[in-house]
């Protein structure tokens, strides 16, 4: 009689798996079906097929989460738009429910939240906290999730104004973590950054500190006319790029040097070298090598240099120039002597204007060379920039 008791016991059991089996199928079928219809564009037919997903399979989470995302994708009426809402935080409030560790399902409370507040059905008061809540029990349940990572922090951004401290710094983690894992995706996340916050520095707060993130972040600044970052990031560039390939490191400042003692050597027989640059000083050539640059004129991105005679200690080179803008940014260059930088600045002025460098050297002929970083020319609106380097004298600091 046992034996027959465990047998019937194992049937009844056998039984029961096979129906959820066949349950999670049929609901999982529908939803598939539902998706098509979607992507059909029979919205209505999709509708009845996810919520036929949560009839077939009510203790489920997945049909409940799926139908709250439709009805998220749907042309929301005009009318009554807060009644609409309120199946859809049910939807979302059952799944949580019936799977409390799924992290995806909180982060859709919170984007039915975050639509709520942009049409105007919640105060910015109310609503913050209702979105910041389930984001951010979202990443505690998986935390490395790149997607949710991404799409968490750029839904605080497009909120940013309301947002507190711990809210903000809690959004620029989050997209931290994303560059750190895809630095190519700089070509998202700072864009939007700017575009939300209209904060330009903050790129830098979510920059990790490798060279290949840094990296991504310079040129993101010379492709966007960024130049107010240029040092800061340059700096931390270079450092990071010592740190993790010092044999690369080595031989650009290897490569620099050659070039400064190169120069030195042509102009040893000049006699004329001393404590001014006169306009005609000047020589170089753009960055590919096809022009040659005379008195300064600077028409393309490139190099200009010339010899000067520094005095031992403290003292300012005072640099003349002038520049054309195109499309309301004028040019900006960026100065060295004997190859390290000494300063950099936009040209923001279409007359002789000086720009003052402060230095410290051992004295003696030294290497004074200007780069022109942001050439452009707008055709349609006839605007080209343009740098112009005039005369360079060396002052005593006092």
């Not at 989460?65 to 042309?75: D, I, T, V, Y």
């Not at 070039?259 to 030195?264: A, D, G, L, P, Q």
């Not at 720009?355 to 030294?366: C, H, L, P, Q």
Request: contains cysteine.
């Amino acid at each position: 009689m046992k034996k027959i008791l465990i047998n019937i016991t194992c049937v009844f059991f056998y039984i029961i798996l096979e129906g959820l089996a066949l349950s999670f199928f049929l609901s999982d079928t529908a939803l598939t079906r539902a998706k098509e219809l979607e992507s059909a564009g029979e919205i209505n037919a999709a509708e009845k097929m996810y919520q036929t997903a949560i009839f077939i399979d009510p203790s489920s989470a997945e049909p409940y989460a799926k139908k709250a995302e439709f009805l998220l994708r749907k042309n929301i009426p005009q009318e009554d738009q807060r009644s609409y809402f309120d199946p859809i935080n049910d939807l979302c409030a059952k799944a949580i429910k019936l799977n409390p560790r799924h992290a995806e399902y909180r982060y859709i409370f919170g984007e039915v939240k975050l639509d709520m507040l942009e049409r105007d059905l919640l105060t910015p008061q109310n609503a913050v906290k209702q979105i910041f809540d389930p984001f951010s029990k979202s990443i505690e349940r998986d935390k490395y999730n790149f997607k949710l990572n991404y799409l968490i922090g750029h839904s605080m951004l497009t909120i940013w104004k309301h947002l507190s401290k711990e809210e903000r710094d809690f959004a620029l983690s989050r997209l931290r973590y994303v560059m750190k894992r895809r630095p190519d995706y700089g070509r998202y996340v700072y864009p939007e950054i700017i575009y939300y916050t209209g904060d330009s520095s903050l790129c830098v707060n979510v920059t990790p500190e490798n060279f290949r993130c840094y990296n991504t972040l310079y040129y993101f600044i010379q492709d966007k006319d960024l130049w107010q970052l240029r040092g800061e990031v340059a700096s931390k560039r270079q450092t990071l790029l010592a740190k993790e390939d010092p044999e690369k490191s080595r031989q650009i400042i290897e490569d620099k040097e050659s070039m400064v003692e190169r120069f030195k050597e042509r102009g040893k027989e000049n006699t004329d070298i001393s404590d001014r640059i006169s306009r005609n000083g000047w020589c170089g050539e753009d960055t590919d090598e096809r022009y040659t640059f005379t008195n300064g004129d600077m028409c393309w991105n490139g190099t200009i240099d010339a010899a000067i005679s520094m005095p031992r200690g403290k003292a300012v080179i005072m640099i003349s120039a002038k520049g054309t803008p195109a499309d309301g940014t004028f040019p900006y260059m960026i100065v060295e002597l004997d190859g390290q930088e000494i300063g950099e600045s936009y040209v923001k002025n279409t007359e002789w204007q000086d720009y003052a460098f402060e230095v410290e050297t051992s004295g003696g002929i030294k290497v004074l060379s200007v780069t022109f970083t942001n050439d452009k020319t707008n055709k349609k609106k006839n605007e080209d920039r343009n740098l112009f380097i005039g005369e360079a004298r060396v002052l005593d600091k006092e």
